[in-house]
């Protein structure tokens, strides 16, 4: 996925009422700009951090500028925009780049199922003759220790999810969880049982029930994010 225009830099001022953030533009210009992301977002919303921001084109949007990347000072890069996470993933899927996907020629977006929600993808058609596969898509951006963690806050919707694939994979379908790896330097992600234990317990659950995991990392730039690769983790 390419940045058109490429994103713009900035340093943060703060960030406040969950959706908005202060930054300073690279000629000295104080804005505020949209923060596409609810969550904590624990080690990527420091005062003094680089942020990469987009610009719309919609002249409707009260504020146009979105908030898409954090740079750290150790060079790392951080896309806290979550919205993206289900665009690259759904670019991934079509395009055959995660490998224990690849047999499925239809790849359909936000189908109802379980407890009222929408799966974020559904694959059907699969040329292995394998069972339809219901995908939910997680963003993680948490890094403590070296070590990445999902979730950053407490989840009831990730929990939620989690015992959805449970039951599906109970159904006889494919049950896929996919990290998309949005921080550069994050190797591996772990549930984070010291922020949310239930969302831990469910998610050793679902292994045990035969959910697949897949992280999937990606490189990120001021210009793109790209490069989708991935890493299963076995079920045990």
Not at 94 to 114: F, H, T
Request: net charge negative; proline share 6%.
């Amino acid at each position: 996925m390419q940045f058109q225009p490429p994103l713009q830099r900035g340093i943060l001022h703060r960030r406040y009422k969950r959706f908005l953030a202060d930054i300073e533009t690279s000629d000295g210009k104080l804005i505020t700009i949209h923060c596409p992301n609810t969550g904590a977002m624990t080690g990527c919303a420091e005062p003094g951090s680089i942020v990469w921001y987009s610009t719309s084109d919609n002249t409707k949007r009260k504020y146009p500028h979105t908030w898409e990347l954090t740079e750290l000072p150790s060079g790392a890069m951080i896309c806290v925009n979550t919205g993206r996470a289900n665009t690259l993933v759904g670019e991934a899927l079509r395009q055959q780049c995660i490998p224990q996907l690849v047999s499925y020629a239809c790849v359909r977006p936000e189908v109802k199922y379980g407890e009222g929600s929408r799966v974020d993808f559904l694959l059907t058609e699969s040329a292995a003759k394998e069972p339809d596969a219901y995908v939910e898509v997680k963003s993680v951006t948490l890094l403590d220790n070296g070590q990445g963690y999902f979730p950053d806050a407490v989840s009831t919707r990730g929990q939620k999810h989690l015992r959805e694939l449970i039951e599906v994979k109970a159904q006889g379908y494919r049950a896929v969880l996919v990290y998309a790896v949005l921080h550069t330097e994050i190797q591996n992600v772990h549930p984070a049982v010291h922020i949310d234990n239930q969302y831990a317990a469910l998610y050793e659950q679902a292994l045990a029930a035969g959910v697949e995991i897949i992280e999937l990392f990606f490189d990120l730039s001021p210009e793109e994010i790209a490069n989708p690769h991935t890493d299963l983790k076995k079920n045990t």
